[in-house]
């Protein structure tokens, strides 16, 4: 079984619906990421979160919000979906050593119509 | 800020030829360095790190070496394979931003032919 996994795989939705991104993962990890990745601009942070009580804006968090449900568990959530959110959506974790890599699900695409 | 940039792409190579990727970087501490590797419909997986001067990361035949002097990051294969083929990422971690945030370069998609 996959370390990271993202629910759905696939997400096609209206302009003004909320949509929820789901994230879980089974290494363990303290620290948990949402990038979204477009053509060109290679991965964005959104939000990260270091454990269950603490949640930090990315570079790009405006229209989304997360929620950290569990050690394991982090969603993303676009409250008013909007076309230019349409994207390649990632999960990712790391533990806490330093310069120590990220772990990545396999994405969510995401369009907005 | 930190930052990365990198080659664009695409970048089409003949299977068993040589490549290189470039990258620089810009950041204001002493940051660890990676290449990750992007197969298609796959999330990102680490291909190699270094994380100080003059180390050299290596993993599948890729090799990239940390150099700060020139502040770059280059990733380098010397016989291709069309199993390459994917988008490549660089990309820092800075102690400077407590080396939690990694800052990633736009991507170069590489496609190697049979």
């Known amino acids: 079984d996959a370390d990271v996994t993202q629910t759905p795989r696939n997400r096609i939705t209206k302009t003004g619906k909320r949509i929820m991104l789901e994230c879980s993962q089974t290494k363990g990890h303290d620290r948990m990421y949402w990038y979204r990745q477009d053509p060109g601009l290679g991965l964005r942070l959104i939000y990260y979160s270091f454990d269950v009580k603490d949640i930090n804006k990315g570079e790009i968090s405006d229209g989304y919000s997360v929620s950290r449900q569990a050690q394991a568990k982090f969603s993303l959530s676009l409250e008013s979906a909007i076309p230019n959110q349409t994207a390649l959506y990632f999960c990712?974790?790391?533990?806490?050593?330093?310069?120590?890599?990220?772990?990545f699900g396999p994405g969510t695409r995401l369009t907005v119509l | 800020g930190d930052s990365v940039t990198q080659m664009e792409g695409p970048v089409t190579l003949s299977e068993e030829a040589f490549l290189t990727i470039n990258c620089t970087y810009t950041?204001?501490?002493?940051?660890?360095l990676f290449w990750y590797v992007q197969y298609p419909g796959e999330g990102l997986q680490l291909l190699l790190k270094?994380?100080?001067?003059?180390d050299k990361g290596s993993n599948k035949g890729f090799e990239a070496t940390y150099r700060k002097e020139t502040t770059s990051f280059h990733l380098e294969k010397g016989s291709v394979q069309v199993s390459d083929s994917a988008v490549y990422f660089c990309?820092?971690?800075?102690?400077?931003?407590?080396?939690?945030?990694?800052?990633f370069g736009a991507g170069t998609r590489l496609f190697v032919k049979a």
């Open positions: 990309a820092l971690s800075d102690p400077n931003t407590g080396g939690f945030k990694t800052i």
């Open positions: 270094a994380t100080k001067a003059d």
């Open positions: 990712a974790t790391s533990d806490f050593i330093w310069g120590g890599e990220q772990f």
């Open positions: 950041a204001t501490g002493y940051p660890s």
